[in-house]
């Protein structure tokens, strides 16, 4: 069966699944092997829980004439989104970046929303599975999509773009983030900017923040439209930004005042009405838009605990967000702050600097108390009285059993696996 014969299987469907557990009826159902498993096993299950049809790539579990026999399912379903992207011919604009991916992509769609009918990548499904999965949630009805890309090595944006083939793209910026993956900085920059030499090979248009030197530098030879703070030439011009805690901007004569916490949010704030003034949105409703939109899942959440006052921006963690996060707490004008971070994962032969540069960032600073956790922080223990170091979070929230910490503006940050938003049950 070849891949129109697939679409039109799949336009009967009302959606794609690729796990039992969250499987809808009438989907259609991609048996994906995975590291230690053959989702092959589940065809039978996949049918009994109401999909229509069944794609396997293991001749041993056909059922029906409900089970496709493909040779590789993964790669179908890439090939699927891929045939039902240029079906749909809607304009489709992607995202890239180091940081603030996910914020400025809702960010852009409660925006576009105001006019258009969106389509969005739920979650961080970014990935080779993630954006083909978003795709396929585009149906005829979806007037734009918006699609996150996400990569940890080279050619892997080239790859998704090739697959979304986006109309539009958008890069938050270029950090200190899957170095291990990238081979260092230089990599990461060649790896996301792969985006614009899409961009430029299909004479598509890029939006370019003019505050990023490198978007500046690679976006040259594309049609751009670009935002910037008191840039007289940019497309749109950012007037004024504070963050003291939440983000405030001024732009055209509008004041915005974001429910987000922290200066870095500021251009994910100014990329969204970059794009919806690009798209013709009007400014008022520009405004109630990110006025509304109030972050969750531990992204810059401003939360309240006792007496504490807590950001938490526990989601992810990486040197580059990391100092990002700090010299913005340091700067807010509460009295009593603590910062509780994290170990940064996925840095390879660079952990070691890139801890370091963090310890002497907040130990030469003395307007916040700081708890360090993790083995890779713990590594540079040193004596500043300000600073406190935790081998494990075990170790940090026994500590926390006996300390009282009170009347307090708080941080957290830390990567995923640190899971720091624990420290919510001791606080």
């Not at 270029?174 to 899409?198: N, P, Q, R, T, W």
């Not at 500046?216 to 594309?222: A, D, L, N, R, V």
Request: charged content about 20%.
């Amino acid at each position: 069966m070849n891949i129109q014969e697939i679409h039109n299987l799949f336009l009967q469907c009302k959606s794609v699944s690729i796990d039992t557990r969250k499987i809808e009826k009438g989907s259609m159902f991609f048996a994906i092997k995975g590291e230690n498993f053959d989702a092959n096993i589940f065809a039978q299950q996949a049918l009994d829980l109401g999909a229509l049809y069944v794609i396997i790539d293991n001749e041993s579990y056909l059922i029906d004439d409900r089970t496709i026999l493909v040779q590789n399912s993964l790669e179908a379903l890439q090939e699927l989104s891929k045939f039902h992207r240029a079906y749909l011919k809607l304009p489709i604009i992607a995202l890239t970046g180091s940081n603030g991916k996910t914020t400025t992509k809702e960010l852009i769609n409660v925006v576009l929303t105001k006019k258009f009918k969106t389509k969005a990548t739920i979650g961080n499904l970014n990935n080779h599975i993630g954006v083909p999965l978003t795709l396929l949630s585009f149906t005829s009805e979806t007037q734009i999509g918006i699609v996150e890309m996400g990569a940890n090595h080279k050619k892997e944006i080239e790859f998704l773009c090739e697959i979304a083939q986006p109309d539009y793209g958008y890069i938050t910026n270029f950090g200190k983030a899957h170095l291990e993956g990238f081979g260092g900085v230089e990599g990461v920059i060649e790896g996301k900017s792969e985006m614009y030499e899409y961009l430029a090979k299909n004479n598509k248009t890029a939006f370019v923040n003019l505050e990023d030197r490198i978007q500046i530098e690679k976006s040259k030879s594309i049609q751009s439209f670009t935002f910037g703070i008191d840039k007289d030439h940019a497309d749109v011009k950012i007037n004024w930004i504070e963050a003291n805690p939440f983000v405030g901007i001024t732009y055209s004569d509008f004041n915005v005042k974001s429910n987000l916490i922290g200066l870095y949010n500021a251009n994910n704030i100014n990329a969204a009405v970059a794009i919806g003034t690009y798209f013709k949105v009007d400014n008022n409703d520009i405004k109630a838009a990110i006025e509304g939109y109030v972050p969750d899942n531990n992204r810059s959440q401003l939360l309240k605990k006792g007496t504490n006052q807590i950001i938490l921006d526990a989601y992810n963690a990486n040197p580059s967000s990391m100092a990002v996060a700090i010299a913005n707490f340091v700067q807010l004008d509460n009295l009593n702050k603590i910062m509780i971070l994290g170990d940064m994962f996925e840095l390879g032969n660079e952990s070691q600097q890139e801890h370091k540069i963090i310890v002497d960032s907040v130990s030469n600073q003395n307007k916040s108390v700081c708890y360090l956790i993790g083995k890779a922080f713990y590594e540079h223990k040193n004596l500043k009285e300000n600073v406190h170091f935790f081998e494990t979070f075990d170790a940090f929230a026994e500590y926390l059993k006996t300390a009282s910490i009170n009347d307090n503006t708080i941080l957290i940050k830390g990567s995923r696996g640190m899971a720091l938003e624990r420290t919510l049950e001791y606080i």
